[in-house]
């Protein structure tokens, strides 16, 4: 059974970082394409990014280009969201999925999640 938690949320004033972090437990953490997703209140969740296998990155909305990055940790079955410039439109659930393939999928296709950390930009 492959299990996701989230940490590293909390609440900053705009222009701060953050880094969340995704530990990914059972299964083989190195043959999974992870992603990271958000949804802000009375919105639809959208993913953010998601970081293959081989290191191939996809991003899914432009909104965090040029600010947000994603890398992975295999001896730690680690995946993280460095979250640079925030903004209060940044304000967001965030999550991490798999769907225990090696490559990134479309925002729809993830089956497996974590529970979410909270993430609040102030301006």
């Known amino acids: 059974q492959v299990q996701l938690v989230e940490s590293g949320g909390g609440l900053v004033q705009a222009g701060h970082s953050l880094r969340l972090s995704c530990v990914v437990s059972?299964?083989?953490?190195?043959?999974?394409?992870i992603a990271w997703f958000r949804q802000a209140p009375g919105k639809e969740r959208e993913g953010v990014l998601c970081i293959s296998s081989t290191d191939g990155i996809t991003r899914y909305t432009d909104s965090v280009k040029g600010r947000f990055t994603i890398s992975r940790d295999n001896p730690k079955n680690t995946v993280y969201l460095q979250m640079n410039s925030l903004k209060p439109e940044d304000t967001a659930v965030y999550y991490c999925?798999?769907?225990?393939?090696?490559?990134?999928?479309?925002?729809?296709?993830?089956?497996?999640w974590g529970q979410g950390t909270q993430v609040t930009v102030s301006s």
């Open positions: 999925a798999t769907s225990l393939t090696l490559r990134c999928l479309t925002a729809f296709e993830y089956s497996y």
């Open positions: 059972g299964g083989t953490f190195s043959d999974y394409a």
